[in-house]
């Protein structure tokens, strides 16, 4: 199975790193593929440019090496929704099994992305949460409907399933945000630790988030 792991990126920072390789090794992936969105539909636009945050990310995933920069979105043009990039995957790698790696601060607005029950029946969905969460908080009616038919407790029988299912993953939460960082870069304060070293010195040397 193959891990969809969509963002801005911007920067990428270990908040967005260390749940991904605890999805990874859970569940045994053989790839993630990091896919930073073109034009976001629900956030402000990129403060760094597509190819600066594509150099982000090859920096930031060079010591793995199933962990992989996929630019189908920044290629693309128009509003990035995610049906549309799931599509082209499933075109391009017709033999693998993909799921849509997710934090619970998305899942709980998944509702609001374009078609995105058409996603929820073209892969699986893995949705990173705190340990002790309580997915009965959600507010949406149609996403609680979602999980009572399709959540899975037990990993083996996610990972053997021939339907498409949901798995909540427990995962390192680390409270880091790209805005954070950018203000921190903005004020001159030091971000090292936040982020991988060599994404640093890039931010410094491309004079990124001044």
Not at 29 to 36: A, D, E, G, N
Not at 55 to 66: I, P, T
Not at 144 to 163: C, G, H, T, V
Request: net charge neutral; charged share 25%.
């Amino acid at each position: 199975m193959i891990g969809i792991y969509g963002g801005t990126f911007d920067p990428v920072h270990f908040g967005h790193l260390r749940p991904a390789l605890d999805v990874y090794s859970l569940l045994s992936l053989s790839k993630i593929r990091f896919i930073p969105c073109g034009v976001p539909a629900h956030r402000d636009a990129p403060v760094a440019n597509s190819q600066q945050r594509l150099d982000m990310l090859a920096l930031a995933l060079e010591r793995q090496a199933n962990f992989m920069v996929d630019d189908r979105e920044v290629n693309r043009s128009g509003t990035s929704y995610m049906v549309d990039t799931i599509k082209s995957l499933l075109k391009d790698f017709s033999d693998e099994k993909f799921c849509l790696i997710i934090g619970m601060d998305a899942f709980v607005k998944l509702d609001t992305w374009k078609d995105w029950k058409t996603i929820t029946k073209l892969v699986s969905l893995v949705i990173t949460q705190r340990p002790r969460f309580a997915p009965s908080s959600i507010p949406s009616s149609d996403l609680i409907q979602y999980m009572d038919e399709k959540r899975i407790n037990d990993k083996a029988s996610f990972l053997d399933s021939q339907q498409t299912q949901c798995f909540f993953c427990p995962v390192t939460q680390l409270d880091i945000s790209a805005t954070n960082i950018r203000d921190l870069v903005r004020a001159g304060s030091d971000v090292d630790y936040l982020l991988p070293e060599k994404v640093v010195n890039y931010i410094q040397e491309n004079n990124l988030y001044r």
